[in-house]
């Protein structure tokens, strides 16, 4: 319906006669005229059921389209002259050609989604590839967009307005809250992928209400490995939002620690942390003692500057220091101490995290290497 509205709309742009386009039940869809959309037309039955390609009726010629077998609709323009005749055959061959091309774009995208939810054979991605005329062997990246749903605001149409142009960029609605760009891979600038993930964190947070966040996987060479990256960046995004949740660009290379303790089973880290805290020793951490420790974190163990960032006096940062060790048993000033700490704090997060039902997947298949 809006592809024949945007091709009506064009048509008003230089056609001097009223033009339009009905349904099967003689209702105006699109019109030149926009005042008459929504109005009946009463010839409409009549032009269907005639066997002629062109009928001409009540000083209105008319034209039925093939679209589809399930959907009919015909084309009409004012005047029974030559050269109305002329004008709809041409606006109903453009018209046709236009939802075709739509409908080709739409299965090349529902081909694209089945190969990164590995819903299509491997033999069978290279030719249809070249079917849809997609480059097989083309590097590529997936860019997971996760967002809160914005009612008022289209964040598909502002990612087609940032790339109008581009080739081989195909962009995805996986569902109602999850976007994916797959794109080539930029093998001679790899740092224009932390750009482009800038760029299109900025332009959707500038232009919509709607929280984003960003996963980002590694290269693929072919399209069949597409899949991996597309992994890759719904896990970017999963870990993300367990030991970075203030971060709103993850990337599947950079994940660090955070990549390591989710992949533990849930048994194994309860007995570290059974090891690493003496029983309710990490819940009698206060929250003041808490944030001390976060930033003493932060600076690298550097007691002067946390005391700086915290306003507190130095004594009073080594005697929060102390109670830690009094508490848990374990010495933040230590090294080994520190990295033990804040193993298991990582590793309470993630159990945490799991035990709320929080823990949020795309596509459902990440754990396949």
């Not at 289209?154 to 797959?182: G, H, Q, R, S, W």
């Not at 790899?190 to 960003?214: C, F, G, T, W, Y």
Request: hydrophobic share 40%; aromatic share 8%; charged share 30%.
């Amino acid at each position: 319906m809006e592809e024949l509205k945007k091709c009506i709309r064009e048509a008003a742009k230089f056609l001097d006669k009223v033009a339009g386009v009905l349904d099967a039940d003689g209702i105006i869809v699109a019109c030149t005229d926009e005042k008459l959309e929504g109005t009946e037309d009463s010839s409409a039955r009549a032009v269907l059921l005639s066997n002629e390609s062109v009928a001409i009726t009540y000083g209105r010629t008319y034209v039925k389209l093939p679209v589809s077998e399930k959907a009919n609709y015909i084309c009409f323009i004012d005047g029974t002259d030559n050269a109305s005749r002329i004008y709809i055959e041409l606006l109903s061959n453009w018209i046709v050609a236009a939802l075709r091309e739509r409908n080709s774009d739409a299965e090349r995208e529902a081909f694209l989604k089945n190969v990164l939810l590995e819903n299509e054979l491997p033999g069978d991605i290279p030719l249809k590839a070249r079917e849809y005329k997609i480059p097989y062997s083309l590097p590529r990246i997936a860019f997971l967009i996760r967002f809160e749903q914005a009612e008022e605001v289209d964040c598909m149409e502002i990612l087609y307005n940032m790339f109008p142009e581009e080739k081989n960029i195909y962009i995805l609605a996986m569902d109602e809250e999850t976007i994916v760009i797959l794109m080539e891979y930029p093998k001679e600038e790899p740092e224009r992928v932390d750009e482009m993930a800038k760029q299109i964190l900025d332009n959707l947070n500038a232009e919509s209400m709607a929280k984003i966040h960003i996963g980002i996987g590694m290269s693929a060479d072919t399209l069949k490995d597409a899949a991996k990256s597309y992994r890759e960046a719904s896990l970017a995004l999963t870990v993300g939002s367990i030991f970075e949740s203030e971060t709103y660009v993850m990337r599947y290379d950079q994940l660090g620690l955070g990549r390591l303790i989710y992949q533990l089973p849930p048994t194994l880290c309860h007995m570290f942390l059974d090891e690493v805290f003496p029983k309710g020793a990490y819940e009698a951490l206060d929250s003041e003692t808490l944030l001390t420790i976060h930033k003493f974190f932060e600076n690298n163990l550097n007691g002067s500057e946390t005391s700086r960032q915290l306003f507190v006096h130095r004594n009073t940062l080594v005697y929060r220091l102390d109670k830690v060790q009094k508490i848990t048993g374990l010495d933040l000033r230590s090294f080994d101490d520190a990295v033990l700490f804040k193993l298991a704090s990582m590793v309470r997060k993630y159990l945490e995290k799991q035990e709320k039902g929080s823990l949020k997947t795309t596509g459902g298949k990440w754990w396949h290497n």
